[in-house]
Structures are given as C-alpha cells and as structure tokens.
C-alpha cells in the first residue's frame, strides 16, 4: 500500500470520475474507492458515506479482498455473521454491498470497488462484469497515479539545467507540457567555451515519454568528449534496443556552439525545426537529413555546419509550437517576437501562448542569440 502512495491523499478526479459513474449506473445511494491500511479504511472516493475513514475492523471490504472475485451480499441482516455487524445495525444500515477488489501493481489486494444499498438487491451476471470492469479502471488508474509521480519525481532530478549565461550570448528557453509531465526534454551543456545542447520530443504524452526523455538526455551527456555526431548515434543505437518494439521514437537535435567563433554543428533526427533568423530578418531553415531515434534502422546522419554572426538568432522549437502560432504567417509571428523581446521574454511568448491557446501538444522552444 505505501509502495503505491496513495493512502491520505486528496480527492482524485479520475477516480471520482468512476464513483460517479458506478453510482449512475447501479443506481445506488453509496459507492467506495476503499483502500484498506493496517486498522483503518481510506475511503480514496466516496459517495453518500459522508466520511472518508472508517475502522477496518468489522468493515465489509476486509471480506471482499479476501475474495478472488466480486463479493455481493444481497441482503446482510439475513446473514447471520453480518447481522451485528455495526455497519449493519447502527449508521448507515447497510443491507447490500458488492465489492470487488483492487490489487497492486504485484497481485496483493489493496482494497474494493463497492456499491452498498440500504435495501436488499441483487446482481446479474453482467452487472457482476460490469462492477469489475470498473474496479479495473479504478486499478489502472491507481497504478498511473504512482507511474506519473515517479516519472515526474525522475523529470524533475534531471531535466533542470538552467540556460547558460556568457558575455556576448543570450540563452534562453522555455517548456510547457500538455498533461502532468513533459515528453519534450531540453538540454543545455557547458564546457569553457562550448555550450552543446538538446531538444526531443518522444512521441505520446505522460510517463512513458517523460521517462524515455530523461534517459535520452543521460546518454547524451555521457563521455562529453564525443563529437555531436558520435552522441547522436550511441543514443540511437541504444534507445533502438529500448524502445525500439513499443512503437515509439524520438526526433531531437543535438548541437554544438563555440563561443569564441560562433561555429554551431547541428545533428537533426527526424526533427527539421531549426531556423537561423539572420541580423537582416532573413530566415535560414536549416536543412538536415536522418531519421528519429529509436526507429532501428540506424542509419547514418551528417552533421550540418554554420556561423553564427553578430545581432543573429538561433531557434528550436518541438512541434507543438506550431499549434499556437499565427496561421496566416508563422514565421512572421517568430520574427516578430524575437524582435520585439529578449530571448528569455521571447521564450516566455511562447508558453504563454501555449497556455492561453490550451495547446495540445507539449511545447518547448530554445534560442540563442549573438549580442556581439
């Protein structure tokens, strides 16, 4: 039960969610999401009970977890083991419960989904299914729960390397996820003179990409005298091995800027939105070939080569960028912005306007900007 850090928590609304739903369609005055602790039981959601704890002792979810499958008692004061019960003879007289039991992630019960009546009933059989196919919802939703606290728990350790500060450079970036946690990873590394960073986005939301980021950023930062290019396909070759049969990849650019000369070397996987917005407003797209990481096939990228001059503006931004932009002139939009604000207040443009759009997607942006 601690392992799935639930207990004392406030009100979810996912597992309200399936409360409600359960009560609608049982047509029941009471419904419980009950975790059962050491001499108590934790009412995680609850309708028409007014309490979220109770004793376990006498409790009938204590019964119900013992069951391997739901249990349903159509009529409790014609039972003669549950005609005392308090439950039963004092508030709220219970006369019908069903429950089935909710198990942890490793097969041990936890606790019930139960509906509870004041007067006597029965459940049909597909009633009985239906009452489970709940209970596995509330289940699955209790075992997310625990996988986006990890993952966010993960994100938080590793993905927070501020923005570099050096005379003659502005660095500035800025990430809004769609959901609970951010699939997008961004990245900045400094060496002297060096500065090498990273943007991702894996493909889905929640904790499965989130996690898959924060481990691409490790293997990225691993043996840092490697060229771009060489960190590049180590990660490919390993998340190919990882999470190559799950379907998913990763599109990202890894890159590397001298501070002394403004040499930038870009690798893009799959990615393609880098753009150099030039001292004269000109906008480069910069053009490179190879495919997202984690497809497999491993095939080989070039690196792109560039210079960064006085007064010119580097910019990578994940794809939910575009989701918030003028649709009518994009790329106006940008230059607008970098125009108008520093890079931190440009950066900052954007997740504003991911959140004030409600933008779909995660949304992460970097730039880099030659002040002399």
């Known amino acids: 039960m601690e392992a799935l850090g639930v207990l004392d928590t406030p009100p979810d609304e996912r597992v309200d969610r399936v409360a409600r739903l359960a009560q609608e369609m049982f047509d029941v005055p009471m419904v419980s999401v009950t975790l059962l602790d050491n001499d108590r039981q934790f009412r995680m959601s609850e309708i028409g009970l007014g309490s979220r704890e109770a004793p376990r002792r006498d409790a009938f979810c204590d019964l119900a977890i013992r069951e391997p499958d739901t249990m349903v008692v159509e009529d409790a004061t014609a039972v003669p083991s549950l005609a005392a019960n308090p439950f039963v003879a004092g508030d709220p007289h219970l006369r019908f419960y069903a429950g089935h039991p909710l198990k942890a992630p490793g097969g041990e019960p936890v606790g019930t989904l139960c509906i509870l009546d004041t007067r006597p009933r029965s459940l049909d059989a597909r009633q009985r299914e239906l009452l489970r196919e709940l209970a596995l919802w509330v289940q699955s939703e209790?075992?997310?729960?625990?996988?986006?606290?990890?993952?966010?728990?993960?994100?938080?350790?590793?993905?927070?390397?501020?923005?570099?500060?050096?005379?003659?450079?502005?660095?500035?970036?800025?990430?809004?996820?769609?959901?609970?946690?951010?699939?997008?990873?961004?990245?900045?590394?400094?060496?002297?003179?060096?500065?090498?960073?990273?943007?991702?986005?894996?493909?889905?939301?929640?904790?499965?990409?989130?996690?898959?980021?924060?481990?691409?950023?490790?293997?990225?930062?691993?043996?840092?005298?490697?060229?771009?290019?060489?960190?590049?396909?180590?990660?490919?070759?390993?998340?190919?091995?990882?999470?190559?049969?799950?379907?998913?990849?990763?599109?990202?650019?890894?890159?590397?800027?001298?501070?002394?000369?403004?040499?930038?070397?870009?690798?893009d996987a799959g990615h393609s939105l880098s753009f150099v917005l030039r001292s004269d407003d000109t906008w480069e797209p910069v053009r490179s070939t190879g495919l997202p990481l984690g497809t497999g096939f491993l095939e080989p990228r070039a690196p792109v080569d560039l210079r960064l001059n006085p007064g010119d503006v580097f910019l990578v931004c994940s794809d939910g960028l575009l989701d918030v932009l003028d649709e009518d002139d994009p790329f106006g939009h940008v230059l607008r912005t970098l125009r108008d604000r520093e890079p931190t207040g440009a950066a900052l443009e954007a997740v504003r306007l991911a959140r004030d759009r409600d933008a779909p997607d995660d949304v992460t942006v970097m730039i880099i900007r030659t002040d002399a």
């Open 142 to 267: 209790l075992t997310h729960t625990r996988e986006r606290e990890g993952a966010a728990s993960i994100q938080r350790a590793v993905l927070s390397a501020p923005a570099p500060k050096a005379t003659g450079w502005s660095f500035a970036s800025a990430a809004r996820p769609a959901g609970a946690l951010l699939g997008d990873m961004h990245d900045w590394h400094t060496r002297g003179e060096t500065v090498r960073f990273t943007l991702a986005d894996v493909m889905g939301k929640g904790a499965g990409p989130a996690m898959i980021a924060a481990g691409l950023r490790g293997s990225l930062r691993t043996a840092p005298d490697r060229s771009v290019l060489e960190a590049v396909e180590e990660a490919d070759e390993l998340l190919s091995e990882v999470i190559g049969e799950t379907h998913t990849f990763v599109t990202a650019v890894h890159a590397q800027l001298s501070m002394a000369t403004g040499d930038l070397t870009i690798v």
